[in-house]
């Protein structure tokens, strides 16, 4: 039978709310506007599929946030979230989808009349202007209906306060792993010469949701990623209902999810016999990610990372132009990626005990790639993998 883990105490709720408040005062902030659901949920556990119509969770410079979402969800969140039933509000659901009013016109009106934000003056308050699910319609309606409120980005201020994961997270994120590496096998598997794409898609989504024998698994924040053949070359592809063939080479890039934390995880399969500069691109890679693992340290920068990496591939003629990974925990879509460190040139973040990341050497070249990655999570003596899987190149048939 499938078990959940408990899920954060009272305590760790008030210690992010905490940590937050305190970054906001370092931006007098006087509130601060939070729409990524995955914010939501971290300072809340708020979860469901709500993120389509506006919602927010107002956090003020002191006292207790409040939650703000259409009538019907609103009524779900007491199910999910910690907040108490005043510190939860539903807008009329005459607000959605209309072209003269807006749901943020409601909120607005509600922030002023509950006090928390004083209008005025001075008073700045700060929005996630890059959340995916805030859209300009909401900020001009917030902005005409707190006269006077200067809003300012907050350039992921909750995004950054989750980049050091709690004991709690960490125990997630390696509950994900465990996910991943079990649909990532189920992946290899299934990858074979004449069958569909899109049934192979739906194992791997089976296996995603039904997580292993100990712990269910959630959907993932993006969908399965199959390119192959040619389509090799380009990242980000999903896929159709053509059959995979023989002599063609699969990247294959799944997440496990265990309450929104998600531990992201690539891999290639060729159908045949790989070709020459695919099994060296192979072996050169592999030697890449144990440099990039050995160099991942706390007090290390992003930018040491990145070095370490190019210094074993340009020793072989081959250059990579996108990042080599990028922080991870919680994800909703569209994007598992918290959005804040990323391993590249010229990227000064200094890495810490607890931070976690997604590794991933991904090779696009014309016609054809290779992808091998890695979910990791920093500790006091480097780096603790959330996997095992194999990082050679799987021959498949």
Known sequence: MQQSSPGPDDAE???????????????????????????????????????????CLVVPADGSPVLFARAMDAAGAGFTAWLAPEQIEGYPEELVHRPKVHPYDWIAERIRERGLVDTGPGVCVGVEGDSA???????????????????????????????????????????????????????????????RQCDVVAEIMAAQVRGTAEHGGDYPAIVPMLPTGEGAGTPHLTWTDEKFRAGE?????????????????????????????????AAIVRDGMAEVLATLRPGRTAHEIHSAWNTVISAHGLTKESRIGYSIGLGYPPDWGERTISLRPAEHAVLEVGMCFHVILGMWMDGWGYELSEPVALTTDGVERLTDCTQDLTIGR
């Open 249 to 281: 080479a699969t990247t294959i890039e799944i997440a496990g999810v265990h309450r929104r934390y998600h531990s992201p995880l690539a891999r290639t399969i060729m159908l045949g016999e790989p070709s020459r500069r695919l099994a060296d691109t």
């Open 13 to 55: 709720y008030a210690q992010r709310l905490a940590r937050v408040q305190a970054s906001m005062a370092e931006r007098s902030f006087a509130a601060l506007v939070v729409t990524d659901p995955a914010n939501m949920y971290y300072l809340t556990g708020y979860n469901a599929w709500s993120f389509y119509t506006p919602q």
């Open 133 to 195: 699910f805030f859209s300009a319609r909401g900020y001009l309606a917030l902005q005409a209906g707190l006269p006077g409120v200067r809003l300012e980005d907050s350039r992921e201020l909750v995004n950054w306060v989750r980049v050091v994961k709690s004991d709690y997270e960490l125990a997630q994120m390696r509950i994900a792993g465990s996910i991943a590496q079990q649909t990532m096998e189920v992946a290899l598997r299934a990858v074979a010469v004449g069958r």
